[in-house]
DNA sequence: GACCTGGAAGTAAAC
DNA sequence: ATGTTTACTTCCAGG
């Protein structure tokens, strides 16, 4: 039983102090605060990904407009927004109050289901885990996150409603399968995820039995969680808003208001917002973020469990599932845990924020990187398993250079593979695994609606870790884009990394803060079995005259398989594109050998950079693979030493340097500072530069869309440039104990302001400002244009209008979607200019 | 019996 | 407005 989860809005616990405030009820003055030194990093980050929306009216105004939308205040995004939904009082009350029976509990659930949903089952687990878990408190969340709650319950609700299952929610989702959506409110809950389901009610699934029946089905899943019949009852439901609503209160203010807003939607409906649907559904999706499961017993978190994110919003419940999983051995478990988390500072960087992978003696390496491919699973299925490293096993995180006898905790969490900078996916959750195949503990964390998983480094384990404890929870489309601050559309944009983020305290107070991305992972089985994807090419450069082979290695390649070359624009326009020849003979499932075609020009004094991608037809390309063309007395590099290129930027870590694939454009990179610099800066932007064709860069994408977008680049945050490599280093971010990151250095404040924008800071974030903006680098870098674009848009958005306007619209193809995230850019980099 | 998986049916959204 | 295709979710079944 998962019980009802409360809300936390404390998301952890751990730390106390910085917390605690915010448990209390903190959130509201964490909001307030925020908005102050709401650097818009958090903020935006918040804000950006979850809710933000609703929060932006309020404080917003600092860091304004674009971003901020998202960004409500609170850090909790999520939690905030749709907390901030409800009024306060309301919430607290509300909470009570509210409670929506069933119903709507159900629904919100749903919402939050997405979110939470991950946790869902992962709530069940996680609350197994707890129990099991022990220690720590963190979160206690109930489930973790709110979300889990949502998952189950939407069903559960449903079910429990058979009837109206939908009716319960009464919302006018209800009718499920009408269109659940569109009534975002309750609807929204229910029917979202209804929405398929939907059918549940009317469904047209067979599945139901009885009457209600559709849903029933969907009791498997609330078995999990409450098979519980009463669909009401799944605690979910119960936690979720009600939950949520209290949580909220500790919230954000402007949470708050938003929650108002959402309250008065009513919880109805819609307030104001405007974005009715979405909002509501964003509410509510977030309370389930915040709410906590409270339920089963202990698991409910005390605050204290609730670990500590980060900020504030983060921190929203946590799972805590001991370490148990494993058995393991693990001296880690609690304890080592609780050293850890002394580490993590209130505010750390938001997750949307870039950071480097080394800094001075650190360096955050993958050592073991993640298979391409991992098929992602629902909450409404069980867990798929660990994502495993290609080669067997599972991916390997090694902390270098740290020499102190401390324990850390490493943070984990999913982010985008798009061609923006990095930040936690909106439409994915990092689900822990335990059990006795899973050798490392770990516990759950929210952080501003984005689950994270920490795992502690140990000195005797050489600050290595294995990462056997993370899988990824797909969360459904329809409750994501519902969330009031969410541009992002869910529908093909199925990549995803694994990120990991390390704060390492330092003597004089301040803490570092490493960053590591790792290559894409496909994460939707249909991608997985029919995108042709390479992993490995065997030339990275050639002299324009072609003639070369090239080996590429891959998956899904056939014989009709394409390789084209295509160079574009900084402003995404095709410059040039040719087929390249395949010798059929040669190739395999897995291997294409292709000619390299000589390139238009063949005097080049310059390297050229262009992309190439494998097409199975039409709509099935792989994503866009860099390659150089270069003068012919340059000689050619293949392409395992990737370092070559990436080299630089790898040290960031981020899987860049490794990806042999793909370029994720900036966002690869993106972990890292870096990868801004990269663009801004020399080497590599060059490359990068090119690569921002990238935009296109999903090679699926269509060029025409590419082509839209502006040049991402010209973006570039000025300062960039200046840092060039070095950059690595000093984008890490520093933050004093005190909690505010400081610049390490090298980034201009200005750029940060733009990523500010950019973001919603998180109330709590806010202290950081400054520092923040650092982080914010995305914000300048080049790809920053993108990326803020990309927060924008998609979280929150705020933004500007343009942004705003843009939103969700499938890409025809994912690329697409980035490459019309490159338009997002150009946008934001409006919003820079403001 | 729980957890993983692979495969695929059913449904909704996009063309 | 309708039919087809594509992608997303949910189920099912086997290991």
Same mark, same amino acid.
């Given at each position: 039983?998962? *019980?009802?989860?409360?809300?936390?809005?404390?998301?952890?616990? $751990?730390?106390?102090?910085?917390?605690?405030?915010?448990?209390?009820?903190?959130?509201?003055?964490?909001?307030?605060?925020?908005?102050?030194?709401?650097?818009?990093?958090?903020?935006?980050?918040?804000?950006g990904?979850?809710?933000s929306s609703?929060?932006r009216p309020?404080?917003a105004p600092?860091l304004e407009s674009p971003r901020i939308e998202i960004?409500? /205040?609170?850090?909790?995004?999520?939690?905030?927004?749709?907390?901030?939904? =409800?009024?306060?009082?309301?919430?607290?009350?509300?909470?009570?109050?509210?409670?929506?029976?069933?119903?709507?509990?159900?629904?919100?659930?749903?919402?939050?289901?997405?979110?939470?949903?991950?946790?869902?089952?992962?709530?069940?687990?996680?609350?197994?885990?707890?129990?099991?878990?022990?220690?720590?408190? /963190?979160?206690?969340?109930?489930?973790?996150?709110?979300?889990?709650?949502?998952?189950?319950?939407?069903?559960?609700?449903?079910?429990?409603?058979?009837?109206?299952?939908?009716?319960?929610?009464?919302?006018?989702?209800?009718?499920?399968?009408?269109?659940?959506?569109?009534?975002?409110?309750?609807?929204?809950?229910?029917?979202?995820?209804?929405?398929?389901?939907?059918?549940?009610?009317?469904?047209?699934?067979?599945?139901?039995?009885?009457?209600?029946?559709?849903?029933?089905?969907?009791?498997?899943?609330?078995?999990?969680?409450?098979?519980?019949?009463? #669909?009401?009852?799944?605690?979910?439901?119960?936690?979720?808003?009600?939950?949520?609503?209290?949580?909220?209160?500790?919230?954000?203010?402007?949470? &708050?208001?938003?929650?108002?807003?959402?309250? !008065?939607?009513?919880?109805?409906?819609?307030?104001?917002e405007g974005i009715?649907?979405?909002?509501?559904?964003?509410?509510?999706?977030?309370?389930?973020?915040?709410?906590?499961?409270?339920?089963?017993?202990?698991?409910? =978190?005390?605050?204290?469990?609730? $670990?500590?994110?980060?900020?504030?919003?983060?921190?929203?419940?946590?799972?805590?599932?001991?370490?148990?999983?494993?058995?393991?051995?693990?001296?880690?478990?609690?304890?080592?845990?609780?050293?850890?988390?002394?580490?993590?500072?209130?505010?750390? #960087?938001? %997750?949307?924020?870039?950071?480097?992978?080394?800094?001075? #003696?650190?360096?955050?390496?993958? *050592?073991?990187?993640?298979?391409?491919?991992?098929?992602?699973? /629902?909450?409404? *299925?069980?867990?798929?398993?660990?994502?495993?490293? %290609?080669?067997?096993?599972?991916?390997?995180?090694?902390?270098?250079?740290?020499?102190?006898?401390?324990?850390?905790?490493?943070?984990?969490?999913?982010?985008?593979?798009?061609?923006?900078?990095?930040?936690?996916?909106?439409?994915?959750?990092?689900?822990?695994?335990?059990?006795? !195949?899973?050798?490392?503990?770990?516990?759950?964390?929210?952080?501003?609606?984005?689950?994270?998983?920490?795992?502690?480094?140990?000195?005797?384990?050489?600050?290595?870790? &294995?990462?056997?404890?993370?899988?990824?929870?797909?969360?459904?489309?329809?409750?994501?884009?519902?969330?009031?601050g969410?541009t992002?559309?869910?529908?093909?944009?199925?990549?995803?990394?694994?990120?990991?983020?390390?704060?390492?305290?330092?003597?004089?107070?301040?803490?570092?803060?490493?960053?590591?991305?790792?290559?894409?992972?496909?994460?939707?089985?249909?991608?997985?079995?029919?995108?042709?994807?390479?992993?490995? @090419?065997?030339?990275?450069?050639?002299?324009?005259?072609?003639?070369?082979?090239?080996?590429?290695?891959?998956?899904?390649?056939?014989?009709?398989?394409?390789?084209?070359?295509?160079?574009?624009? @900084?402003?995404?326009?095709?410059?040039?594109?040719?087929?390249?020849?395949?010798?059929?003979?040669?190739?395999?499932?897995?291997?294409?050998?292709?000619?390299?075609?000589?390139?238009?020009?063949?005097?080049?004094?310059?390297?050229?950079?262009?992309?190439?991608?494998?097409?199975?037809?039409?709509?099935?390309?792989?994503?866009?693979?860099?390659?150089?063309?270069?003068?012919?007395?340059?000689? !050619?590099?293949? !392409?395992?030493?990737?370092?070559?290129?990436?080299?630089?930027?790898?040290?960031?870590?981020?899987?860049?340097?490794?990806?042999?694939?793909?370029?994720?454009?900036?966002?690869?990179?993106?972990?890292?500072?870096?990868? *801004?610099?990269?663009? $801004?800066?020399?080497?590599?932007?060059?490359?990068?530069?090119?690569?921002?064709?990238?935009?296109?860069?999903?090679?699926?994408?269509?060029?025409? %869309?590419?082509?839209?977008?502006p040049?991402?680049?010209?973006?570039? =945050?000025?300062?960039?440039?200046?840092?060039?490599?070095?950059?690595?280093?000093?984008?890490?971010?520093?933050?004093?104990? +005190?909690?505010?990151?400081?610049?390490?250095?090298?980034?201009?404040?200005?750029?940060?302001?733009?990523?500010?924008t950019s973001?919603p800071?998180?109330?709590?974030?806010?202290?950081?400002?400054?520092?923040?903006?650092?982080?914010?680098?995305?914000?300048?870098?080049?790809?920053?244009g993108?990326?803020q674009h990309t927060k924008v848009a998609e979280r929150g958005g705020s933004s500007p209008p343009t942004l705003a306007v843009s939103i969700k619209q499938? +890409?025809?193809?994912?690329?697409?979607? /980035?490459?019309d995230d490159?338009e997002e850019v150009s946008v934001v980099t409006q919003n820079d200019g403001f």
């Amino acid at each position: 039983m998962r *019980e009802s989860f409360l809300s936390l809005p404390l998301g952890n616990p $751990c730390l106390p102090s910085q917390y605690h405030s915010l448990q209390s009820s903190p959130s509201i003055s964490v909001s307030i605060s925020e908005p102050h030194s709401y650097d818009s990093q958090d903020d935006m980050r918040a804000a950006g990904y979850y809710s933000s929306s609703g929060v932006r009216p309020n404080g917003a105004p600092t860091l304004e407009s674009p971003r901020i939308e998202i960004t409500a /205040y609170g850090q909790f995004p999520e939690d905030e927004v749709e907390e901030s939904n =409800l009024p306060v009082a309301k919430r607290v009350n509300s909470i009570v109050t509210l409670t929506l029976p069933s119903g709507d509990g159900y629904r919100d659930p749903t919402c939050l289901s997405p979110a939470s949903s991950v946790s869902s089952r992962s709530g069940l687990s996680d609350a197994s885990s707890y129990e099991s878990s022990f220690s720590y408190n /963190y979160d206690n969340s109930p489930q973790n996150s709110p979300w889990q709650s949502p998952s189950v319950s939407p069903k559960g609700s449903t079910l429990a409603l058979p009837g109206d299952g939908c009716a319960s929610g009464g919302s006018p989702r209800h009718s499920p399968s009408t269109s659940p959506r569109t009534s975002v409110t309750d609807d929204t809950w229910i029917g979202q995820r209804g929405s398929r389901p939907n059918s549940p009610c009317g469904a047209k699934r067979k599945y139901s039995f009885n009457g209600s029946g559709a849903t029933q089905k969907h009791f498997p899943y609330s078995p999990n969680h409450s098979p519980g019949p009463s #669909p009401q009852t799944s605690p979910r439901l119960s936690i979720t808003e009600e939950t949520w609503l209290p949580n909220t209160n500790q919230y954000t203010n402007s949470a &708050i208001l938003a929650a108002i807003n959402a309250l !008065t939607t009513d919880g109805v409906a819609d307030l104001g917002e405007g974005i009715p649907m979405k909002a509501r559904k964003t509410s509510v999706e977030h309370n389930p973020t915040v709410s906590l499961k409270v339920e089963p017993g202990g698991e409910e =978190l005390s605050p204290r469990e609730l $670990c500590q994110d980060e900020h504030p919003a983060n921190r929203l419940p946590l799972k805590k599932e001991g370490y148990c999983g494993g058995f393991l051995d693990v001296p880690q478990h609690p304890y080592s845990w609780s050293k850890p988390k002394q580490y993590v500072s209130p505010s750390l #960087p938001a %997750l949307d924020w870039q950071l480097p992978s080394s800094s001075g #003696p650190y360096s955050l390496q993958i *050592e073991v990187q993640p298979k391409s491919h991992h098929r992602a699973h /629902y909450e409404t *299925e069980g867990s798929r398993g660990a994502v495993k490293a %290609l080669a067997g096993g599972h991916p390997v995180v090694q902390l270098h250079g740290y020499v102190e006898s401390e324990p850390l905790t490493l943070q984990l969490f999913i982010g985008t593979a798009d061609d923006r900078l990095l930040r936690p996916h909106a439409f994915y959750q990092v689900h822990r695994i335990t059990g006795k !195949t899973v050798s490392t503990p770990s516990h759950e964390a929210l952080h501003n609606n984005t689950k994270v998983l920490e795992i502690p480094l140990l000195p005797e384990n050489n600050m290595r870790a &294995i990462i056997d404890c993370a899988g990824i929870l797909k969360l459904r489309n329809s409750d994501i884009e519902l969330r009031k601050g969410e541009t992002d559309i869910g529908r093909k944009n199925t990549r995803v990394r694994m990120v990991f983020r390390v704060h390492i305290n330092q003597a004089t107070g301040r803490t570092v803060s490493l960053q590591v991305a790792s290559n894409p992972i496909e994460c939707s089985q249909r991608s997985a079995q029919e995108l042709p994807l390479v992993d490995k @090419q065997s030339l990275e450069t050639s002299p324009a005259a072609g003639g070369e082979r090239m080996l590429l290695d891959g998956h899904n390649f056939q014989h009709d398989s394409k390789v084209v070359f295509v160079e574009k624009a @900084q402003d995404g326009h095709h410059l040039w594109e040719t087929e390249a020849k395949i010798e059929r003979d040669a190739s395999k499932p897995n291997s294409l050998l292709v000619e390299i075609p000589p390139y238009r020009n063949q005097r080049l004094s310059t390297p050229v950079h262009v992309n190439f991608y494998v097409c199975n037809g039409k709509r099935k390309r792989s994503q866009y693979q860099r390659f150089t063309y270069v003068p012919a007395s340059v000689p !050619t590099i293949k !392409t395992e030493p990737r370092d070559d290129y990436d080299a630089p930027l790898v040290c960031t870590g981020s899987g860049l340097a490794l990806h042999p694939k793909p370029f994720y454009p900036p966002q690869v990179v993106t972990p890292m500072m870096p990868s *801004e610099l990269r663009s $801004c800066v020399g080497p590599f932007p060059v490359n990068q530069q090119r690569l921002p064709a990238k935009p296109s860069s999903s090679p699926n994408a269509s060029p025409k %869309l590419h082509d839209l977008s502006p040049p991402p680049f010209s973006k570039c =945050l000025p300062p960039g440039p200046a840092l060039p490599q070095s950059p690595v280093p000093h984008v890490s971010i520093i933050q004093e104990a +005190p909690g505010r990151y400081q610049p390490s250095g090298l980034y201009p404040p200005s750029s940060c302001s733009s990523s500010p924008t950019s973001q919603p800071s998180t109330p709590t974030d806010a202290s950081f400002s400054p520092a923040h903006c650092l982080t914010p680098a995305q914000p300048g870098s080049t790809s920053p244009g993108a990326q803020q674009h990309t927060k924008v848009a998609e979280r929150g958005g705020s933004s500007p209008p343009t942004l705003a306007v843009s939103i969700k619209q499938e +890409p025809q193809e994912l690329d697409q979607m /980035y490459l019309d995230d490159g338009e997002e850019v150009s946008v934001v980099t409006q919003n820079d200019g403001f």
